[in-house]
């Protein structure tokens, strides 16, 4: 999804690192799981978390992560699944928490579905991350002033909203990153349009436990 030099400055923004334990939220394809597998090596552990609330999809994305967990060399990848809210009983502790493209559906119907809210997700997280720990949010931007109104129509969500729901847990922002900014993204189309598709303005928060 990002060239090499952009992955780089992402996983330096997040501070993942020799060692470190990753919980990647939702990991799609596993292409984040990976790449954390190689840093943190054979003293790291990078839990790559499927939520339970779509664990039914068609490609199986349970089953993809155990496969990525047999790949030579992987051996410090676990592949865990429960409800979204349940993160804290199928990982440990973390330095730090990624979620890429992920955040919004915390206000859509699919994982609301068993009842889980941001709020609840957010303290989960910030539970399991350790002190000093990285909470690190990249999202699809909606307009500013937007709030949550495009999370499920665009699958889009206002930065502002995030920080405040983050904040309201206990997080304190740490940084932001401008990397993966597009002032041409009209902010009014979904994600998944052809003419935006890879290339939406995305916010870049990390956020620590105190």
């Given amino acids: 999804m990002y060239d090499q030099s952009k992955q780089s400055?992402?996983?330096r923004f997040a501070r993942v690192d020799v060692g470190s334990t990753v919980i990647d939220v939702y990991p799609g394809a596993g292409d984040w799981t990976r790449l954390f597998s190689d840093i943190v090596g054979p003293e790291g552990r990078v839990y790559s978390f499927v939520p339970a609330e779509v664990a039914h999809f068609k490609n199986d994305p349970v089953g993809l992560m155990r496969t990525l967990?047999?790949?030579p060399g992987r051996e410090?990848?676990?592949a865990v699944s429960a409800d979204v809210v349940a993160m804290p009983a199928v990982t440990r502790p973390a330095d730090v928490l990624w979620l890429h493209l992920f955040y919004h559906d915390l206000h859509t119907a699919l994982i609301q579905?068993?009842?889980a809210t941001a709020a609840e997700f957010n303290r989960a997280a910030y539970g399991q991350l350790k002190p000093g720990g990285s909470y690190v949010i990249v999202d699809h931007a909606a307009a500013a002033g937007?709030?949550?109104?495009?999370?499920q129509s665009l699958h889009r969500i206002d930065p502002a909203s995030v920080r405040e729901e983050v904040e309201a847990?206990?997080?304190v922002l740490d940084a932001e990153s401008t990397l993966l900014a597009n002032?041409?993204?009209p902010h009014s189309i979904k994600v998944f349009d052809p003419s935006i598709k890879g290339q939406t303005?995305?916010?870049v928060y990390r956020f620590v436990k105190p």
Avoid: P, W
């Fill in 9 to 11: 400055e992402l996983i």
């Fill in 69 to 71: 967990a047999k790949e």
């Fill in 76 to 78: 410090n990848v676990e």
């Fill in 113 to 115: 579905g068993k009842g």
């Fill in 146 to 151: 937007t709030g949550l109104s495009d999370t």
């Fill in 169 to 171: 847990a206990g997080f």
């Fill in 183 to 185: 002032q041409d993204d």
């Fill in 201 to 203: 303005d995305r916010f």
